[in-house]
């Protein structure tokens, strides 16, 4: 034998943060950042890692014994990236290592654009709470090219896997959470209008099903088009979230985060706390 590890035991990762207050709505986590991603958002917070930028490859034996470590003060593992899907076999080899050596919760973020791979993770492993990054109505293939950085032809095919990574995850995940960034120059509070009434309609199923309104910042690791753009006036967040609160009642929770106030319950509208009495 070599003595080389199987691939299905390495993971390219950027790092981690042992407690993180930010990455599951409401709870705790020991958050790992996977590299590489199949998409190129124009505004991507984490740029350099989905590009595969200081990298490095990790054993998951080497990352579920740091988890363990932390075990005791967090409530969940969550993966983010990058796209943690791209590295499937891994991924569900280190979920199910985290699950039987800590008993913690699980979580990952994806684009929904693997649902092959939603499919195998799911089938291994029962995870706990899944975050979607809907990145634009899925109703303009073109829009959400653009908000994804792929190009414009292949607008229809990616907005065709989100929808079925989408369905891939209802009713199988008891916690589904589903985010859009408002960013500047590409979406703004019809485009939410939109999204939320596009989730409405697709009848996703979950124990608790979210939607959480974005705001975009310019952090450093931004690309340099939208680095130089404002952060999403919390106003206009505020109000965008308002109005898909109005048209999700009944179908989710509406959430808004921002950096000023973090992650804030969107009150329902009066009338429909009238008729849920």
Partial sequence: MSGRAPAEHLLWIGGWKEVSLVDVLENVSFTLWTAFCNLSCPWCANFKLAKGKDRRLVSVEEIAAAVRETAAVVDYFHVTGGEPTLQY?????????????????????????????????????????????????????????????????????????????????SGRVPFLELRTTVVPSLLDEEDVQIIATEIAQMGLKAERLVYVVQQFIPYPDVPAEYRSLPATPTHKLERAASTAAQILNGVAEVWVRTLEQGSKRVSRPASSAREGR
Avoid: C, W
């Fill in 89 to 169: 076999r891994p991924l569900t080899r280190l979920l199910k290592l985290v699950r039987e050596t800590t008993g913690l919760k699980l979580s990952f973020d994806t684009n929904a654009m693997l649902p092959q791979a939603l499919k195998h993770i799911l089938s291994e492993v029962s995870v706990d709470h899944v975050a979607v990054d809907v990145k634009a109505p899925l109703e303009n293939p073109l829009k959400y090219a653009a908000a994804a950085g792929v190009s414009a032809k292949n607008g229809e095919k990616v907005v065709e896997m989100v929808e079925e990574g989408l369905l891939s995850l």
